[in-house]
């Protein structure tokens, strides 16, 4: 529905039409079967991993807290685009409201910048623990592991805030079709008829500054850590040391490596950037408790001892 405003010569638009992912029309029961599956399997996957951290008092680490942050973080990620697009292979319900559109913006981008921090704050965490070890316990305390994890999130919402609202003061008069399977920046503002400049301006430099700024500090922690596990005189020292950043750099690998994909490889970006999208939204927050679950043994542990109050109805 539209709705014109005074003598202004331009139309108010209250809602938008998702086109989906593109090339589907006959695979749309395959694709709502198997992203459903993948939905389910994030949701209770993460909700398994905060219950068995917060059951299990060996577990109340600076580590393991901030490995409830990105299952938190997992679970909104995923939340943001799957429902609709499950709507919309469903049932063809491609119209979402205004408020709905920026929401879809807002917390894309809020829980893509704090899942970002924090794992730079996590490395930052097991730099600690492997080159620190014996300081580890003064130094990440638990008031200071509550400022990281609060300092992710309040910056993040300063992000989002400042690149939804630059989007959304876009005056939109040329259609209310969004050719893409949820709301984002770049597919908005080919729909604004006005100079669209300031906002793909912030928001290459936005978008492209904080992942790569991140990485940066990601490499030089591990940089860092390599020498330190190196210089481990016992071959079980050094795997003990390897084993507890293995989980963290392959989910790590996970959220930056089809990004990078996408900026080195520009002829390709246009064929990849719906996959990577629905990847990063869909299946990486599903992969992130199976990755901490299979190689951490802690984690294991605590979930079989979780399975086993559930079943018998013993006290934790």
Excluded at 121 to 136: F, K, N, S
Aim: glycine share 4%; with cysteine; hydrophobic share 50%.
């Amino acid at each position: 529905m539209r709705s014109h405003v005074g003598l202004v010569n331009h139309t108010v638009l209250t809602h938008f039409i998702l086109l989906g992912i593109p090339n589907t029309d006959s695979l749309q029961i395959i694709l709502f079967i198997i992203f459903l599956i993948f939905y389910l399997c994030t949701l209770l996957g993460n909700l398994l991993i905060l219950l068995a951290i917060l059951a299990d008092s060996r577990l109340h680490t600076p580590m393991y807290f901030f490995l409830c942050n990105l299952s938190i973080l997992d679970i909104g990620f995923s939340s943001i685009s799957t429902p609709k697009m499950l709507a919309n292979l469903w049932v063809q319900s491609r119209v979402i409201s205004l408020g709905g559109c920026m929401s879809q913006v807002f917390f894309y981008h809020f829980l893509g910048s704090t899942e970002c921090l924090l794992y730079t704050v996590m490395a930052y965490d097991r730099y600690v623990a492997i080159c620190h070890p014996l300081r580890y316990l003064i130094i990440m305390k638990w008031r200071v592991c509550a400022m990281l994890a609060a300092s992710t999130w309040i910056t993040s919402s300063f992000h989002a805030t400042i690149l939804t609202s630059l989007t959304f003061t876009l005056p939109y008069c040329r259609s209310n079709v969004v050719d893409y399977f949820f709301c984002d920046i770049f597919p908005m503002v080919k729909l604004a008829c006005a100079d669209t400049y300031i906002i793909e301006t912030v928001s290459f430099t936005n978008i492209g500054m904080v992942p790569m700024t991140c990485f940066l500090l990601i490499l030089l922690s591990y940089i860092r850590i390599i020498y330190s596990i190196l210089k481990i005189n016992s071959a079980e020292g050094r795997r003990k040391a390897a084993s507890t950043c293995a989980s963290h750099l392959t989910v790590v690998t996970l959220f930056f490596g089809p990004c990078a994909l996408i900026y080195t490889q520009p002829q390709l970006s246009k064929v990849l950037v719906t996959p990577v999208q629905i990847f990063g939204n869909v299946v990486a927050p599903m992969l992130n408790p199976v990755i901490y679950t299979l190689r951490n043994k802690e984690v294991k542990a605590a979930l079989r001892k979780l399975t086993k109050v559930q079943v018998t109805g013993e006290q934790p």
